[in-house]
């Protein structure tokens, strides 16, 4: 299912995004964007998931970076259908081919694609099907199982 992240700032080294295809459990097909970040610190982040069950809707909440210590994360790589906030990208590139983006990870070639040095997102929201890191680092984090109307929004 679908899920939401967000995070009060969002920096990053090291970023390429390209169209990409995220499966679900049943071996659906979903469009996204594929954002990937070398090296990534999120403070206040925030991820969301509600699911229909048996018992009813069930959400789980999940915070961590909140207490000066951002969330870090390394080689992360997001399938995402929404992205919102403010954003800066520093020596950006747009419209290269995604076979040739700056970053270890690579798109499909002729598909189009955008990179940069640096990203830094303020504010960010976003919806995603997907995400991976080799480490993923959640200080003071906390995990709630919720009725579902907790998100992040």
Aim: aromatic share 4%; hydrophobic share 35%; net charge negative.
């Amino acid at each position: 299912t679908q899920f939401k992240i967000a995070s009060s700032q969002l920096e990053g080294t090291g970023f390429s995004q390209y169209s990409g295809v995220a499966k679900d459990a049943e071996g659906g097909k979903h469009a996204v964007v594929t954002a990937n970040i070398k090296d990534a610190t999120l403070e206040n982040l925030c991820q969301s998931a509600v699911q229909e069950t048996p018992l009813g809707k069930v959400g789980i909440l999940i915070k961590a970076g909140g207490k000066g210590t951002p969330a870090s994360a390394k080689d992360l790589q997001i399938g995402m259908t929404g992205l919102k906030g403010d954003a800066e990208f520093k020596n950006i590139r747009i419209g290269v081919d995604a076979s040739d983006v700056n970053t270890k990870a690579k798109g499909s070639k002729g598909d189009f694609a955008q990179d940069s040095d640096t990203i830094s997102i303020k504010d960010l929201k976003q919806d995603s099907w997907s995400t991976t890191a080799s480490v993923f680092t959640l200080k003071d984090m906390s995990l709630k199982l919720t009725d579902g109307s907790e998100q992040c929004d």
